[in-house]
């Protein structure tokens, strides 16, 4: 995978708002499916797994389009390789919203939920633009139980005790700071080279971009205290982070945002390492 494989799923980042003075809705199970948002859920994935990636940017927000149509062709590809393997069945999650789904409105922001038992949990989100509600993010899955394979699974801020979080607080460090060359050395031997390999133009859009996406030092470490996974098997790894921030323009006003975070390490050469 390319440069910017690690962000894949960067682009799953949902946008939500609060007011201090009106209530979230909440709509349970049967209920969804009579929601607009109920039949966008289930004809996004239903495109990710056809693999039509442009048309499930059609469905999502302006913003959200504008990222995808200004991303690389190398980072479009690896979005589309990584969105059905992140994305619920379609069979499993229709039959979830119905049987557990929760979808919680708050004024032109909403959330939804769906358990899917040992598959794990599917969170989307949604921004109503105009008269007309649009993807934010996801449908994408988290928490899956998979069957025993020599699996490690670490959680919270016992991940800071583990050399991958030193490593990957090093690498957001330097990429926010601009200092790529140094960020890079701290990624595979396999991905310095495909690095290599990249015309000038996509080296240059795929830089901005993880910059762009990538969380700050500070914000990483709290997402992995807040609730971060780290999966370990054998010589490969990933770090599973939410971050989320808030932010208030004017009283009773509060609007954040929610981005979802998968970072794949590889151990080489005796280290730990970044892996695209």
Not at 50 to 66: F, W
Request: proline share 4%.
């Amino acid at each position: 995978m390319k440069k910017t494989g690690l962000v894949a799923f960067l682009l799953a980042g949902g946008l939500f708002a609060a007011t201090a003075f009106a209530e979230p809705t909440e709509i349970k199970g049967a209920a969804i499916m009579k929601h607009p948002i109920g039949a966008l859920a289930l004809k996004q994935v239903k495109l990710v797994h056809a693999g039509k990636i442009d048309e499930v940017y059609a469905l999502r927000t302006a913003s959200e389009q504008a990222d995808w149509k200004n991303a690389s062709a190398s980072d479009r590809k690896d979005f589309a390789e990584m969105m059905p393997l992140r994305a619920p069945a379609y069979a499993a999650f229709e039959a979830a919203l119905s049987k557990s789904g929760v979808l919680k409105v708050d004024g032109n922001q909403a959330e939804l939920r769906a358990d899917l038992d040992a598959a794990g949990t599917a969170i989307a989100y949604y921004e109503l633009e105009g008269s007309q509600w649009r993807g934010a993010s996801g449908p994408v899955v988290f928490g899956a139980v998979t069957e025993p394979r020599n699996e490690q699974r670490i959680h919270g801020a016992m991940i800071l005790d583990h050399p991958i979080a030193a490593v990957a607080m090093q690498y957001v460090t330097l990429v926010q700071s601009g200092q790529m060359d140094k960020a890079r050395a701290l990624t595979t031997n396999k991905a310095q080279a495909e690095w290599k390999t990249l015309p000038a133009s996509e080296k240059k859009e795929s830089e901005a971009f993880v910059k762009k996406m990538l969380p700050a030092a500070k914000s990483l470490r709290s997402a992995i205290e807040a609730g971060g996974v780290l999966i370990i098997e054998g010589e490969r790894a990933t770090l599973n982070i939410i971050v989320s921030e808030q932010t208030s323009s004017e009283p009773g006003v509060v609007t954040g945002s929610s981005s979802t975070t998968a970072i794949p390490f590889a151990f080489e050469d005796g280290k730990w390492k970044v892996a695209q």
